[in-house]
Structures are given as structure tokens and as C-alpha cells.
């Protein structure tokens, strides 16, 4: 949802006769948000998109959204998850990991081995990867489109996809976003185009190439899911068949370094990074920048209690200026409830610096975050404990 784009053959007008050079009619397919009020996509497909049966349940492709057990120790704690020590396996769908949910947001991480040998549409959110890394492509009713490491990739939810790997190691963090992402809305002008203050450009934003034929010998099969549970549906002829498409719902990508971070006199909240907001949160990047350059400026985050919001933190690259301890693939979850901050010594090693080299998505939340098995296995002891001085 970032602009209207167009690929491929469209009729010069919605729901009117179209036909193929064999003088076929072609099939229309609305794709639409928030009723018929929202954003969408029109496209147009050789054979009719609702051509598919024997709906079945499917046995789940990762496991549900369930809280640690507060008898396996869940108190009120800041923790260090590290999701590099998950091993890698199953598939961009059948690898995916929750580690923190509430009702608006999963979040997870995903080291797939293998492609998708079937088609996903996820009908509970939009699904936001950042691909710390490895590669690959999508391939989607929309055409197919490429990602690599440091790209955000976004699939709207309920879009037929999968996702074929490039063969280097993977290490995907994944967000579900129940209620939806769109950019923060004080990026846009009155008519909808963002604003030339903000931290990034249309062109920044990339979307699917629609070849002739989207996924060559692609399989017959889709699994939905839909309020956690999921359903195989079997078609009886190619299942990517679209010959164009126009609208503002489709998958994108958008690399991290192309955000445009802002420095000031003195600190800046951390809003100035916000790059994607859900209904109750806000994903901010954090760049390679010049930081505070006012006189007497500590560029190191001061210490704070965000009292309604929960923090995380995945931590890609580069060094960080306020926490020790951490490194690729590490996620802090500062909960709401107790003040955070820098560890001892990085407030005052920071003052004087002019630049910082770390590169992490941070994701606030308003709704507080419950911590799954998986998460709980993933912790590094010690860590709530490493703001003791010495
Ligand atoms: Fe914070």
C-alpha cells in the first residue's frame, strides 16, 4: 500500500470485456481491503481465480501462538532472545517461529532450508520479513519479485505466494501485523504521496516484474490460514496465471538502507525512525547516521520508561552504541512496567562520538507482548541483570 502501480495487459476499463490474442475472455479478479472501501488491486487471469475445491483442514505449518506458562517463569523482565542460536529449517512457511505475539502482532524469526512446495495466503495479517540473511524471490499473483539481504519485504495479507531460496543460509525476522502496515500516516500529503520530508521516496519501494509465465511447473496446491487455522484448497490448472494487474495492493520491497535517518542538536526520540505502523505498532530502522552534534549532546538513548509500550529490538549489524552482549540476529524485549536503558559506561563512552555504525528494526507496541516456548528457550540468562554496575 505505497502507491498505485500497474504490470502487464489491463482493458482500458474495470469490469468491462477483455480478451486474450486468441480472442479468449479473460477472467477479472477484485482484490480488496477493509470491505470495498480500502485499498485494492484489479487483475485479470486466463482462468477463473475461484476455480479451486476440496477445501480440507491442513495440519498447522508452525506452531500456534501459545503463552509460556507463568509456572515455567514469565515474570516481568527484560530479556535477551537469540535467535542465531535457532537451528535452520523447514520452509519460508513451514519455518516460521512465533516468539512474541499479542493480538495485533506475531513476532518470529524463519531460517528456511527448503522452498515452498505449495502456494500460502495468510488471511490473519500482512507479513513484513526482514531479511537479515540470505535471498530469494517471491513469485505471487502479482508477478515476482526479488529480495536480498537487508530488504524488508511485505506480502498483503491473503496473497497466493511462495517463496523459492537462492541457496545461501537464511535468517529472516518475521512479523505478522494482524490489523495491517501501512506507513506512518504523517509521511503522506493531502493526496496521498509521501511527503518530501520523509525518510524515504516511492522509488525506494520496489514491486513484482510480471513475466509470461510466473512460476514454471508451479504446484496446484494452497494452504490458507485463517484465524490460526489452516486449510489446503487444490486447483485443477495453474494457480499463478495473471496476464496484468493495476491498484495499490501488492507485494513490495523495501531495502533498510535506503531509510534516511535524521540526526539533531541534541537526542531524538525514537519516532524519528519510524519507517512502518500497524494499528498498535510502530517498526522503526535504525541506520548507519551522523548522530547529535549540539554541544555537550550524549548521543547514547537516555534511560526511559515508555510506560505504555513494549520495546524489541533485532539487532543485524554494526555496533551498538547502548547494549553489550548482543550481536546478529540477538532480539532485546524490554517489556513495559520497569525503566530501560543503556548499560553501565555506554552513556558516557558515547559522549564526543559523531557516528554510529548499527543497523536493527526496533518494533514498539502498545499492546503488551506474552512470550512463547520457543522465545522463553531462545534466552540468555543473566541478561536483566546486566545493568547491575560493578
Ligand atoms: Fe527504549
Known sequence: MIDYRSAGRLPRKPHTVFRDDAGNLLHEYCFTRVGFDGPFTISYHRRPPQDHGDGAPHPSLWPQRVEASFDSGDPLRRRHLRSQDLGPGGSPTSGRRPLLFNADLTLGVVCPTEDDAYYFANGDGDDLFYIHKGGGEVRSSYGNLTFGPGDYVLIPRSVIHRIVLDGSPQHWFWMECRSG?????????????LRMDAPYTHRDFRSPALPDVIDPDGPRVVVSKRRDRFSRHLYRHEVLDTVGWDGT????????SRFSPKA??????????????????????????????????????YPHSNVDVDEVIFYCDGDFTSRRGVSGGSLSFHPAGVPHGPQPGAYERSVGVKSVTELAVMIDTFEPLRITEAGMSLEKPDYDESWWSA
Not at 495492493?249 to 533498510?256: C, L
Not at 494499528?279 to 550524549?298: M, N, Q
Open 249 to 256: 495492493v501488492y507485494p513490495f520491497v523495501f531495502p533498510i
Open 264 to 301: 539533531g542538536q541534541v537526542h531524538l526520540p525514537p519516532t524519528v525512525h519510524g519507517t512502518f505502523a500497524t494499528g498498535g505498532s510502530l517498526v522503526c530502522s535504525f541506520v548507519p547516521r551522523v548522530v547529535d552534534f549540539g554541544e555537550g549532546a550524549i548521543p547514547c538513548p
Open 181 to 193: 502496515l501501512r506507513t506512518p500516516n504523517q509521511y503522506r500529503n493531502p493526496v496521498g504521496q
